[in-house]
């Protein structure tokens, strides 16, 4: 063999080696969100929380570059999304799933996360009985039922005595309407109405016009973050539901930070109940909302799934770190997941090595003005809560 081919066959030679070491040396996760349609809101939440993080921590740990792959659910779309994840297993072999802003598509995934024992890191969607699905699922946002009992709970206490229900008509509206029902039934309030509301395409006029007429002292609501909890209080302001003396109580998806100015004065002294807001007072919040608008510009205010991605990226860093070098491996992922504390920009949360799911501080907040802006002003607080849906 000349020296000149065996020079150019050992550059081939390592090439290929450098190519493998280069894959061991990236770890993949891949992000199914929802990037388009009604829903888009919680996907560009979501990728640019998860970008914030790797601008303050770096794209690298363990010495491996953390490369995410992000792809569009649609909305609320099962089938997009188990094929979007089939895609990102098979082609793109990613070692993380991650994302997931709503429940259908969470559930679509869930058994391909088992089938392939690689991780699946839930990023928002709520209901409770996803992390049951698979083994290998970590949630990192919230459930229904941890933030509406407590406010079940608050409302009986605080001179709430007949409350009208309204939730959209799936998983986390079902879980906010029987969590809340329960606690507050149970401090002696009474329920007068109840309705659920579809997913797509509401229209909440007849459904106000109702409430109005049933006279209760307040509404509790569960919406999914986007257009409809906006389309709700545009409508319960035009029909003077408030005049009427009918207060709104919910979970903070319904008054969420990054809407929140887009709704005017109309949700001025609404109590929700929920794991983070914009004005939490921490070093940790100041440093994520400061990133956040780094990468997302200052006009795009980040809500709690924006959080929701900034802990998911912190869950991933960390088992990473706990891996080791050598492949991403699910079993040892999720044994470093199970009880993990993580220093979030909501608070102190930890995940619960039995279910899965965030053990965290419930908050008990109302909108208010301050400094000229409108925000949800954290004043109680209920600490450890786990998912009671469980
Ligand atoms: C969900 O589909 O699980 C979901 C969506 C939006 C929310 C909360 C939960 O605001």
Redo the contacts with the bound molecule.
Sequence with gaps: MSGRLWGALSLAVAAIVSAGAAAQDVVKVGMIAEMSGPFAE?GRQMVNGAKAYQKVFGETVGGRRVELIVRDSTGPAPEVAKRLAQELLVNDKVDFLAGF???PNALAVAPLATETKRPMIVM????SVITQKSPYIARVSFT?AQVAAPLGTWAAKNGIAKVYTLVADY??GIDAEVAFKKTFVAGGGEIVGEVRTPLRNVEFAPYLQRIKDARPQAVFIFL??GEQPVAFMKGFAERELDKAGIRVIATG?VTEDGQLEAMGETPLGVVTTHHYSAAHDSAQNRTFLKAFADVAGPDFKPNFMAVGAWDGMAAIYEAIRRNGSGPIDGDRVLAALKGLKIDSPRGPIMIDPETRDVVQTVYVRRVQKRGGRIYNVEFEQIPNVKDPGK
């Design positions: 919680t802003g709503l429940t928002n969607a709520a209901t229904l998983g986390p999914p973050v998806d």
